[in-house]
């Protein structure tokens, strides 16, 4: 009988450094299937450089013939030439000095275990055609379930293989999963009451008729990502109907007045059937009141669904779980794997905390769904589905929730770490705290801070466009350049009277990313910003001319 080895496994800092950063042993079977076709590939990845510069329009040109080859190429040929033409010029999204988005190196083991993923081929819209992969993907659902839930062992015994419930849906992303939860949560408000079979059978004119009401909403933070309009376009209540409800000077959702929108819809007889809470907004990183908002909810009967599809890894973290106090309450909740949870794109989840609710969505068919199976494609809007959550359950069992509490800790503390750098910067000016690792800031020299709080109100705005204008120029000749990119975004800040302000836009996820780097960035952006003829000279003109004549 062969003796087990008894050596454990632990979350440390190295081991978790280990593994973004070192490949397989070679000698191993996955090292050996791994080398030929990855030494570019990893030449690639551990580059620092977050993008070569070439004009689109230049690397069209490899991609300008619409013809299928009638001849066909040596995979050998064909594998040179996607290494020069697509992997050369790709975006570095690993490279740690890449921090403008919502991306960031991944673990090397889930390169070979991609492969094994691809291999198998597996469709998740059916038990014929996956297996194993189903009860695996239906644990996966059960775990980040319990993450956001904390059910009992009996609960997840009794629901997480049911055949006839279920616990969410793995979808593509984030929008998908924003949509099935308000497809879940229209179909639900206008479910078959008497003869009137549900606005999922007779569709949405049918239902408003028989329930009598003027109009159908969803409230949301004007933060709110655009999935989310995306969705009332798909379910057929019109972008109009998804209701922006102003936030704070923090960016988050102003609860008196989501308050005051219900009581006015409702005296309009427009039936507010869904609130969604935002847990990690993309443009600044904020969370919502989330336990106000499920009062709310409660009080106005309405589906409260939390999109956490960035924030919702944060519960991984026993010092930063509060954060999110109230997420427990919702609904559904959306979270993306593909983002602080470290796999590949194409993974989101929707999490629904009634093993029923997905009911008001089922579909079946003759030849697959069939009524009693455990086919994932009765209560998921996409069909053929690959076999991502394998590489979600590797990753939680390699990683372990300790070791991603380490890697969520790490990176909002450095991105605390950086707003104090920008704040004790003369020429910088902190525009969004971070919450959580996202930040927003600008360029912003210390004597125009000096004219800026003196100018009346025409030099004012005249100098804050021209600051608008050199933030655009800073964030593109940064990203020309090809040492490091941060994002750019517009935001309200209150500070400036809730003007559309330009600002950089950072998302320090990646655990590679240095405080050198950080410092770095603000040197390089500090020297482009003198390179502009035009912003710059513009705005330092306008500021002398200010101060000289106060």
Request: hydrophobic fraction near 40%.
């Amino acid at each position: 009988m062969a003796v087990m080895d008894s050596k454990k496994a632990d979350a440390t800092q190295a081991s978790l450094h280990r593994i973004f950063t070192v490949p397989e042993a070679p000698d191993s079977t996955l090292g050996r299937i791994e080398k030929e076709i990855s030494e570019n590939l990893n030449a690639f990845l551990q580059t620092h450089i977050a993008a070569r510069e070439k004009p689109l329009a230049e690397i069209e040109k490899d991609f300008s013939c619409a013809d299928i080859p009638e001849s066909p190429s040596f995979v050998s040929d064909h594998t040179h030439f996607l290494l020069d033409k697509l992997v050369a010029q790709s975006v570095h999204t690993s490279a740690p000095t890449f921090i403008g988005h919502m991306t960031s190196a991944l673990p090397y083991f889930l390169m070979p275990l991609s492969k094994i993923m691809i291999g198998l081929n597996q469709n998740l819209v059916k038990i014929e055609t996956s297996k194993a992969f189903t009860p695996l993907e239906r644990q996966v659902l059960g775990m980040l379930h319990n993450l956001i839930y904390d059910e009992d062992e009996r609960f997840y015994a009794q629901w997480m293989h049911s055949a006839n419930h279920s616990l969410g849906a793995f979808c593509s992303g984030g929008t998908i999963a924003n949509i099935t939860a308000l497809w879940v949560a229209r179909n639900n408000a206008l479910r078959p009451d008497g003869s009137f079979r549900g606005v999922a059978q007779e569709g949405l004119f049918r239902a408003m008729k028989h329930y009598g009401y003027e109009d159908l909403a969803v409230l949301v933070s004007e933060r709110g990502h655009y999935s989310l309009k995306k969705a009332a376009d798909v379910l057929g209540l019109g972008r109009d109907c998804l209701i922006p409800i102003q936030t704070d000077s923090d960016n988050r959702v102003c609860v008196d007045q989501m308050r005051a929108k219900l009581e006015s819809l409702k005296q309009q007889n427009v039936r507010v059937f869904a609130i969604v809470g935002v847990a990690g907004t993309t443009e600044t990183g904020n969370i919502d009141p989330l336990d106000a908002l499920a009062d709310l909810a409660a009080e106005y009967d309405c589906h409260f669904h939390v999109d956490a599809a960035w924030g919702g890894a944060t519960l991984m973290s026993n010092k930063y779980r509060p954060l999110l106090k109230g997420i427990e309450r919702a609904d559904s909740v959306t979270i993306d794997a593909h983002k602080q949870l470290y796999v590949p794109m194409g993974a989101g989840m929707v999490i629904f905390k009634n093993p029923a609710s997905m009911s008001a969505i089922e579909h079946h068919a003759e030849y697959i769904l069939r009524k009693g199976s455990k086919d994932l494609g009765s209560h998921t809007l996409e069909g053929s589905r690959s076999g991502m959550a394998m590489l979600l359950y590797a990753s939680l069992n390699i990683i372990s929730r300790p070791g991603y509490e380490m890697l969520i800790n790490n990176s909002i503390e450095k991105a605390r770490y950086f707003s104090e750098l920008i704040k004790a910067h003369p020429d910088f000016e902190l525009v969004t705290e971070p919450e959580l690792c996202l930040l927003t800031y600008r360029y912003l020299p210390a004597r125009t801070q000096q004219a800026l709080a003196i100018a009346n109100t025409a030099q004012k705005e005249l100098l804050l466009d021209a600051l608008d204008d050199l933030t655009k120029f800073i964030q593109k000749r940064q990203r020309e350049s090809g040492k490091s990119f941060v994002s750019r975004t517009r935001i309200t800040p209150e500070k400036w009277d809730r003007k559309l302000t330009t600002v950089f836009r950072v998302v320090l996820a990646n655990p590679l990313t240095t405080e050198a780097i950080l410092q770095d960035v603000l040197e390089e952006q500090t020297q482009i910003a003198q390179e502009s003829e035009k912003s710059y000279p513009l705005i330092m003109n306008m500021t002398e001319s200010i101060l000289a004549n106060a």
